[in-house]
Protein backbone atom coordinates (compact mmCIF):
# COMPACT_ATOMS: atom_id res chain seq x y z
CA UNK A 1 0.00 0.00 0.00
CA UNK A 2 1.26 3.46 -0.87
CA UNK A 3 -0.28 6.81 0.56
CA UNK A 4 0.27 10.05 -1.02
CA UNK A 5 -0.63 13.26 0.46
CA UNK A 6 0.01 16.21 -1.44
CA UNK A 7 0.65 19.65 0.01
CA UNK A 8 1.35 23.64 -1.14
CA UNK A 9 -2.14 24.29 -2.31
CA UNK A 10 -3.55 27.49 -1.41
CA UNK A 11 -4.88 30.94 -3.11
CA UNK A 12 -2.77 33.27 -5.22
CA UNK A 13 -3.29 36.23 -7.97
CA UNK A 14 -3.47 35.17 -11.35
CA UNK A 15 0.07 35.26 -12.69
CA UNK A 16 1.53 33.96 -9.75
CA UNK A 17 3.24 31.02 -8.94
CA UNK A 18 2.43 27.73 -6.51
CA UNK A 19 4.48 24.89 -5.75
CA UNK A 20 2.53 21.46 -4.85
CA UNK A 21 4.35 18.29 -3.00
CA UNK A 22 3.33 14.99 -3.13
CA UNK A 23 5.15 12.41 -0.34
CA UNK A 24 4.31 8.90 -0.90
CA UNK A 25 4.81 6.46 2.10
CA UNK A 26 4.49 3.11 3.23
CA UNK A 27 5.57 1.04 0.30
CA UNK A 28 6.83 3.35 -2.24
CA UNK A 29 7.74 0.38 -5.15
CA UNK A 30 4.45 1.35 -7.10
CA UNK A 31 5.70 4.88 -7.53
CA UNK A 32 7.51 3.97 -11.23
CA UNK A 33 4.85 6.61 -12.35
CA UNK A 34 3.58 9.52 -11.04
CA UNK A 35 0.90 11.95 -11.65
CA UNK A 36 -0.60 14.81 -10.95
CA UNK A 37 -4.46 15.45 -11.62
CA UNK A 38 -7.40 17.88 -10.94
CA UNK A 39 -10.72 18.65 -10.39
CA UNK A 40 -12.77 21.64 -9.99
CA UNK A 41 -16.32 21.78 -9.13
CA UNK A 42 -19.21 19.95 -11.12
CA UNK A 43 -16.42 19.29 -13.54
CA UNK A 44 -14.33 15.83 -14.57
CA UNK A 45 -11.23 14.86 -13.56
CA UNK A 46 -8.17 15.92 -16.08
CA UNK A 47 -4.84 15.15 -16.30
CA UNK A 48 -2.18 17.40 -15.40
CA UNK A 49 1.37 16.00 -15.69
CA UNK A 50 3.35 12.74 -15.07
CA UNK A 51 6.63 11.20 -14.74
CA UNK A 52 8.24 8.64 -15.12
CA UNK A 53 10.96 6.88 -12.25
CA UNK A 54 14.15 8.46 -13.42
CA UNK A 55 12.29 11.94 -15.21
CA UNK A 56 13.24 10.61 -18.35
CA UNK A 57 9.54 10.35 -19.28
CA UNK A 58 7.77 13.51 -18.54
CA UNK A 59 4.10 14.73 -20.61
CA UNK A 60 2.10 17.66 -19.63
CA UNK A 61 -1.78 18.23 -20.87
CA UNK A 62 -1.76 21.20 -23.26
CA UNK A 63 -3.51 23.51 -21.15
CA UNK A 64 -0.40 23.45 -18.51
CA UNK A 65 2.50 23.03 -20.97
CA UNK A 66 5.03 25.89 -20.87
CA UNK A 67 3.72 26.74 -17.63
CA UNK A 68 3.69 23.66 -15.27
CA UNK A 69 6.82 21.61 -14.52
CA UNK A 70 6.32 18.00 -12.80
CA UNK A 71 9.94 16.84 -10.66
CA UNK A 72 10.74 13.79 -8.38
CA UNK A 73 13.19 13.81 -5.90
CA UNK A 74 13.27 9.74 -5.49
CA UNK A 75 15.42 10.09 -2.03
CA UNK A 76 12.84 12.12 -0.49
CA UNK A 77 10.03 9.89 -1.86
CA UNK A 78 8.44 12.89 -3.55
CA UNK A 79 6.56 14.65 -6.32
CA UNK A 80 6.31 18.19 -7.28
CA UNK A 81 4.56 20.50 -9.37
CA UNK A 82 5.42 23.84 -10.20
CA UNK A 83 2.91 26.01 -11.36
CA UNK A 84 3.58 29.04 -12.92
CA UNK A 85 1.79 31.71 -15.31
CA UNK A 86 -1.21 30.78 -13.57
CA UNK A 87 -4.76 31.48 -14.70
CA UNK A 88 -7.99 31.41 -13.53
CA UNK A 89 -8.75 28.19 -15.01
CA UNK A 90 -6.27 26.34 -12.92
CA UNK A 91 -8.18 26.77 -9.91
CA UNK A 92 -8.74 22.91 -8.66
CA UNK A 93 -8.20 20.53 -6.42
CA UNK A 94 -5.21 18.72 -7.36
CA UNK A 95 -4.55 15.26 -6.63
CA UNK A 96 -1.27 13.30 -7.09
CA UNK A 97 -1.45 9.89 -8.20
CA UNK A 98 1.03 6.88 -8.49
CA UNK A 99 1.59 4.07 -10.67
CA UNK A 100 3.41 1.77 -12.53
CA UNK A 101 3.14 3.46 -16.54
CA UNK A 102 3.04 7.05 -17.32
CA UNK A 103 0.32 7.73 -19.12
CA UNK A 104 -2.92 10.26 -19.38
CA UNK A 105 -5.75 8.22 -17.89
CA UNK A 106 -6.65 8.04 -14.24
CA UNK A 107 -7.26 4.12 -14.86
CA UNK A 108 -3.56 4.14 -15.18
CA UNK A 109 -2.56 5.26 -11.38
CA UNK A 110 -3.41 2.90 -8.67
CA UNK A 111 -2.92 5.21 -5.44
CA UNK A 112 -4.00 8.65 -4.78
CA UNK A 113 -3.52 11.57 -2.51
CA UNK A 114 -6.54 13.50 -0.43
CA UNK A 115 -6.08 16.68 -2.79
CA UNK A 116 -4.91 19.99 -1.89
CA UNK A 117 -6.94 22.98 -3.35
CA UNK A 118 -5.21 25.83 -5.88
CA UNK A 119 -7.29 28.98 -5.91
CA UNK A 120 -6.42 31.60 -8.73
CA UNK A 121 -8.01 34.56 -8.26
CA UNK A 122 -8.50 37.35 -11.14
Known amino acids: QVQLVESGGGLVQAGGSLRLSCAAS????????MGWFRQAPGKEREFVAA????????TYASSVKGRFTISRDNAKSTVYLQMNSLKPEDTATYYC???????????????WGQGTQVTVSS
Open 26 to 33: GRTLSTSA
Open 97 to 111: AAGRLVLTTASAFDS
Open 51 to 58: IGWSADIT
